[in-house]
């Protein structure tokens, strides 16, 4: 978001004196890694955990899914399809109730969950639009998030055509499988590779189109939803468990030089 360049130089400066006055460095992806290593910083002291979920909150048998549905407008027989987290410029809502207009007329129900600055954008499209098969609310508190997850069909991980966020992970998407959603990712990159390992679905990003077509399909196969929930809490338990990256994290700090 910065143009001045006086700034961005003042800033980089301060955070290469921090990486090189660091006795180790976490990253949450492999590309965030990569770009430190070509920076100069020492690739023995760079490491990845990803972002983790917590199994225990999440999970595919959440209690108030049906009182959650009714609140987002769903009406028995809808697809629920959500995207819940931040409404921020990294995330092209717009396009997404672009695809919400193709499935003008089925029963299909978008919602968004939560705030940001691009809300505001948000609000314009769905109403240029004329959407009535979309509903916009406001975000809610984490302890009524698993509830939340629990009432959708398909959850939603969206982000721009920017190539910078090919090495972006949102960490919605954990909670997404962990709760045992069937998950369609706009996404390119590193969160494309972990999602489609997770039995998810991924389209191009921005695609409209695309991305309508995947959330129809899905929505006229409840039996294929079931089996990506099951695959992708699966997947998590074995790779995301916050629990067992939080161990990872305490090495390093009983490593020789984590305690100066």
Do not use: W
């Not at 990159?189 to 899905?218: F, H, K, Y």
């Not at 099951?230 to 009983?254: I, P």
């Amino acid at each position: 978001m910065l143009t001045n360049r006086r700034v961005i130089r003042l800033l980089e400066r301060l955070e290469m004196a921090a990486y090189a006055a660091a006795d180790q460095v976490v990253v949450v992806s492999d590309g965030f890694r990569q770009n430190l290593i070509e920076r100069g910083v020492p690739a023995a002291k760079v490491h990845t955990i990803r972002n983790g979920v917590a199994l225990d909150r999440f999970r595919p048998d959440c209690p108030g899914r049906e009182e959650a549905r009714a609140r987002l407008g769903a009406r028995p027989g809808d697809c629920l399809v959500l995207y819940a987290g931040t409404h921020g410029i990294s995330h092209a809502l717009p396009r997404v109730a672009d695809a919400a207009a193709i499935l003008a007329g089925q029963r299909v129900r978008v919602a968004f969950v939560g705030d940001g600055s691009d809300k505001r954008r948000l609000q314009d499209r769905v109403a240029e639009l004329g959407l009535e098969n979309v509903t916009l609310a406001p975000a809610v508190p984490p302890d009524q998030v698993p509830a939340l997850l629990a009432a959708a069909d398909i959850c939603l991980v969206p982000l721009r055509d920017v190539p910078l966020f090919a090495t972006f992970i949102p960490s919605k998407m954990f909670e997404y499988l962990a709760a045992g959603k069937p998950v369609i990712g706009s996404v390119t990159g590193e969160p494309a590779q972990i999602l489609r390992e997770a039995g998810a679905v991924v389209v191009p990003p921005e695609d409209s189109a695309a991305l309508a077509d995947a959330i129809r399909t899905l929505a006229a196969d409840p039996e294929r939803r079931l089996t990506m929930g099951r695959q992708g809490r699966s997947y998590v338990e074995q790779y995301f468990d916050r629990a067992v990256l939080a161990r990872q994290y305490r090495k390093l700090l009983d490593a020789p030089g984590g305690r100066r």
